[in-house]
Nanobody
Framework: QVQLVESGGGLVQAGGSLTLSCAAS????????MGWYRQAPGKQRELVAT???????NYADSVKGRFTIPRDNAKNTVHVEMNSLKPEDTAVYYC???????????????WGQGTQVTVSL
């Protein structure tokens, strides 16, 4: 089994910064894509950013230039560094990873439990 554990959410003022972290653990052979998604109240879950095992990144237009998504393949961790936060960034943030477990030939997507980020005026 594989688990993703997030940390780092909280309350921050507009214009401030926050870093979220996600650690994958379990029977992991390799992790392909890792990423962050978010879901605001009454809205669908949306992509924030993703990063491949080779370091290629993809960002939602709404966060480009403000967020970065570093990854440590050796530690099976991914972070999202969020700067110049806006009230519209308020959401539950979820970590996601495409994991190939030891002894398996296919990958499965796993989700973290989510962490709340609230940006106040």
């Amino acid at each position: 089994q594989v688990q993703l554990v997030e940390s780092g959410g909280g309350l921050v003022q507009a214009g401030g910064s926050l870093t979220l972290s996600c650690a994958a653990s379990g029977s992991i052979a390799r992790i392909n894509l890792m990423g962050w998604y978010r879901q605001a109240p009454g809205k669908q879950r949306e992509l924030v950013a993703t990063i491949s095992s080779g370091g290629s990144t993809n960002y939602a237009d709404s966060v480009k230039g403000r967020f970065t998504i570093p990854r440590d393949n050796a530690k099976n961790t991914v972070h999202v560094e969020m700067n110049s936060l806006k009230p519209e960034d308020t959401a539950v943030y979820y970590c996601n990873a495409e994991v190939q477990q030891i002894g398996k030939s296919y990958t499965l997507k796993y989700w973290g439990q989510g962490t709340q980020v609230t940006v106040s005026l």
